[in-house]
T-cell receptor, first 115, second 111 residues
Framework: DAGVTQSPTHLIKTRGQQVTLRCSPK?????VSWYQQALGQGPQFIFQ???????QRGNFPDRFSGHQFPNYSSELNVNALLLGDSALYLC??????????????FGSGTRLTVV | AQRVTQPEKLLSVFKGAPVELKCNYS??????LFWYVQYSRQRLQLLLR??SRESIKGFTADLNKGETSFHLKKPFAQEEDSAMYYC?????????????FGEGTQLTVNP
């Protein structure tokens, strides 16, 4: 089991462009959460998807959107990129209703650089 | 609003010395607290959680609701403990299963 897989690992985009990041959850997990980790900061919650719907959202503008597919994989889209969007984007998968939290599995992240 | 504060960005100790990584939180309700660790070039992984009262790799953490703290301790630090440590919180009353992280403490254990 490969755990959580994220692609690409690194990405460089120009300000104003749009980007799509991808996440495949751990086998058996049905919920995907996205976090943004700026340099020197802890991860910040962006949103969470379950049953192909956004269930929770953090304090991020509408430029950040997502999608979950029937196979539980997910995409994070960011429009009109700003320099401040440069960060490591982490995906975490879990099983809904599992409150043990052992079910949280993080991916290695996608390093996005906006120039 | 929920918040996690880790007052030390950097912490350096010698091998064999005790280590304590501080974590304070604010949350209106019954929080669940965790410590996550990120070793160099590895992904974020759960170290321990308060609800299980376990000891992992010699680390322990006690939830002090009066002081709203969840400090991570180890009596004898090892070089392999060098890593980035994040304290995190969640609470089903207000945040479902989202995690709120602190800014992290970079622990360096010197030989």
């Amino acid at each position: 089991d490969a755990g959580v897989t994220q692609s690409p690992t690194h990405l460089i985009k120009t300000r104003g462009q749009q980007v799509t990041l991808r996440c495949s959850p751990k086998s058996g997990h049905d919920t995907v959460s996205w976090y943004q980790q700026a340099l020197g900061q802890g991860p910040q919650f962006i949103f969470q998807y379950y049953e192909e719907e956004e269930r929770q959202r953090g304090n991020f503008p509408d430029r950040f959107s997502g999608h979950q597919f029937p196979n539980y994989s997910s995409e994070l889209n960011v429009n009109a990129l700003l320099l401040g969007d440069s960060a490591l984007y982490l995906c975490a998968s879990s099983l809904v209703g599992d409150r043990t939290y052992y079910g949280y599995t993080f991916g290695s992240g996608t390093r996005l650089t906006v120039v | 609003a929920q918040r996690v504060t880790q007052p030390e960005k950097l912490l350096s100790v010698f091998k064999g010395a005790p280590v304590e990584l501080k974590c304070n939180y604010s949350y209106s309700g019954s929080p669940e607290l965790f410590w996550y660790v990120q070793y160099s070039r590895q992904r974020l992984q759960l170290l321990l959680r308060h609800i299980s009262r376990e000891s992992i790799k010699g680390f322990t953490a006690d939830l002090n609701k009066g002081e709203t703290s969840f400090h991570l301790k180890k009596p004898f630090a090892q070089e392999e403990d060098s890593a980035m440590y994040y304290c995190a919180l969640t609470g089903w009353e207000t945040s479902g299963s989202r995690l709120t992280f602190g800014e992290g403490t970079q622990l360096t254990v010197n030989p």
